[in-house]
């Protein structure tokens, strides 16, 4: 951490700049952790938008002792000696673990029994969601809370802390691009600023540039986001416009957007958009993401045209994306059906094989007739339905 950001760093939750969702005092968070009851939480989102600090000023607000580890490097003893030293103690000790999401099952394990005991407050951050990646029993044992990008206003109000305590001065354009290359993150804004005044006391666009050549991940200004871009390539792909399309890929690659960043959404859409109207569209999709991650910018820009190109061609149907956001739905809403006996394991008397009925055999899979899925009888999709209903009549 450069000195800049060590110094600029808040040091109470009324310093921390964005998350007004999580700052302002009328918030949930606000509130809970003025009281002292800060839960077991999970911090998720972006670099530098405040998720290790925000762990700090718990640590600080509640002057309990502070363990940063690093779930990449991270040994299950670690966790065992800090819980050792503060068992059968009145002290808490906050445990930060960042990229959190590496946990394994075994080291999410070890942290169970401690955190329902309330031996220590453990915090996780991580750049994803890592809901799908932590286990059902520390999910029931703790909170989720996205941190944002920081917005434009968030990171100009940074750089007006700094010039209250820091001599320069900076012209309008280079004040543009300091910001709008940040991408939303204040570490990366505090670490170009440090150097840029090292430099000279007065920043031009030319120093700026000549630090940081290109802009960070977007490579746009605040109120064109990488978000909005690579919101406008989905929609377009989904509206099968190439040209489009082509136009909101080269914007993303310009602005360097990293390639698996974009390779990500493209498969989420193939399954979305596209699903068994074209089913060879997942699998593009996943080989182009497995290729950009080994091969890289620029020649990547030419895996992602090709498929990005296939995708908006494809012929479209989100009858997938719908049918499991329909059955989540009844799931959550209504009791749990309980599984008919001849389906559970190991198989008992009265399962019928479909193998030894031809392929197919009628019997009871649900204790109750739901309906979720409803083709939408495009390209493929429509084979599918036939030999679905070819299957049912043999």
Request: aromatic share 10%; glycine share 4%.
């Amino acid at each position: 951490m450069t000195d800049f950001a060590r110094l600029f760093r808040p040091k109470t939750i009324d310093e921390v700049v964005g998350q007004k969702h999580l700052v302002s005092p009328d918030s949930a968070f606000y509130k809970l952790l003025k009281s002292g009851n800060i839960p077991h939480s999970f911090f998720f989102g972006p670099p530098g938008c405040g998720k290790t600090t925000m762990a700090k000023i718990i640590a600080r607000t509640l002057d309990a002792p502070f363990y940063e580890l690093d779930a990449t490097s991270l040994k299950v003893e670690q966790f065992r000696k800090i819980f050792s030293q503060y068992k059968g103690t009145l002290v808490k000790p906050v445990i930060f673990v960042d990229e959190v999401h590496r946990l394994s099952k075994t080291q999410q394990e070890v942290l169970l029994i401690p955190m329902e005991e309330n031996i220590a407050i453990v915090i996780g951050a991580s750049t994803e969601n890592p809901y799908f990646t932590l286990t059902s029993g520390i999910r029931s044992r703790s909170m989720l809370f996205e941190f944002k990008p920081l917005s434009h206003e968030d990171l100009a109000e940074l750089v007006e802390r700094v010039q209250q305590k820091i001599d320069f001065t900076i012209d309008e354009d280079a004040m543009a691009y300091l910001i709008g290359s940040s991408a939303g993150d204040s570490r990366a804004l505090l670490n170009l600023l440090e150097f840029a005044i090292k430099v000279d006391k007065h920043i031009t666009l030319d120093t700026l540039k000549s630090l940081r050549p290109t802009m960070l991940k977007d490579g746009v200004s605040s109120d064109d986001t990488h978000y909005n871009l690579a919101s406008a390539l989905i929609k377009s792909i989904r509206g099968s416009d190439v040209d489009a399309a082509l136009y909101y890929l080269a914007r993303l690659i310009d602005g360097a957007e990293p390639p698996e960043f974009i390779a990500r959404r493209l498969v989420i859409l193939a399954s979305e958009d596209i699903g068994n109207a074209n089913p060879n569209a997942l699998n593009l999709a996943v080989s182009t993401m497995q290729a950009v991650s080994k091969i890289g910018y620029p020649e990547s820009r030419i895996i992602l045209s090709q498929c990005v190109i296939y995708l908006a061609s494809s012929p479209k149907s989100n009858a997938a994306y719908t049918a499991i956001n329909d059955a989540l739905k009844y799931v959550r809403e209504n009791p749990a059906l309980p599984v008919p006996d001849h389906l559970k394991s190991p198989s008992p008397k009265g399962y019928l094989y479909p193998h030894n009925f031809g392929g197919w055999v009628a019997q009871n899979y649900l204790t109750k007739p739901l309906k979720f899925y409803e083709s939408k009888k495009m390209a493929f999709e429509k084979t599918l339905d036939e030999w679905l209903g070819k299957i049912k009549k043999s």
